[in-house]
């Protein structure tokens, strides 16, 4: 049984591994797991972005970016081109990857409903937005 902890950053991570598991279960059918398809969601809104944007947008280090992007490229879901730098690369969804977004989207909203209704839409909205607010005002940079 979970217990209430001293302190914020151990319950943080007590949270973030309920969810996560909330949404691997979810997911898990169509092969991509949850930080996979939280980068998919990420090209489709913003193409062309660099693994440093990418990493930024999602409050990720670059090395986990580089490994869950070199996933989706492996699954034939995202493209790399070389940027302005040669050590720049530039990520977009190719069409199989937009394509396993539109299947994956009805399991991702199952999650996020399975999410609000086990905390209440007014819980969760106010969770979502004390937790955008804690990583907005605490991220490096």
Same mark, same amino acid.
């Given at each position: 049984?979970?217990?209430?902890?001293?302190?914020?950053?151990? !319950?943080?991570? @007590?949270?973030?591994?309920?969810?996560?598991?909330?949404?691997?279960?979810?997911?898990?059918?169509?092969?991509?797991?949850?930080?996979?398809?939280?980068? &998919?969601?990420?090209?489709?809104?913003? *193409?062309?972005? !660099?693994? %440093?944007?990418?990493?930024?947008?999602?409050?990720?280090? @670059? %090395? %986990?970016?580089?490994? !869950?992007?070199? $996933?989706?490229?492996?699954?034939? &879901?995202?493209?790399? !081109?070389?940027?302005?730098?040669?050590? @720049?690369? $530039?990520? *977009? &969804? %190719?069409? @199989?990857?937009?394509?396993?977004?539109?299947? $994956?989207?009805?399991?991702?909203?199952?999650?996020?409903?399975?999410?609000? *209704?086990?905390?209440?839409?007014?819980?969760?909205?106010? &969770?979502?937005?004390?937790?955008?607010?804690?990583? *907005?005002?605490?991220?490096?940079?």
């Amino acid at each position: 049984k979970i217990r209430s902890l001293p302190c914020y950053c151990a !319950t943080l991570r @007590q949270a973030a591994r309920a969810v996560t598991a909330l949404y691997e279960e979810v997911l898990a059918e169509g092969g991509v797991h949850a930080t996979q398809y939280t980068a &998919l969601q990420v090209l489709e809104s913003a *193409s062309k972005l !660099t693994t %440093t944007e990418l990493a930024e947008a999602i409050g990720i280090d @670059q %090395t %986990t970016a580089t490994r !869950t992007l070199a $996933l989706i490229k492996n699954n034939g &879901l995202a493209v790399d !081109t070389p940027g302005s730098d040669r050590r @720049q690369r $530039l990520w *977009s &969804l %190719t069409p @199989q990857g937009r394509a396993q977004l539109r299947k $994956l989207k009805p399991a991702w909203e199952a999650a996020q409903e399975a999410f609000e *209704s086990r905390l209440g839409r007014a819980a969760a909205a106010a &969770l979502k937005k004390a937790a955008y607010l804690a990583a *907005s005002k605490l991220a490096p940079g």
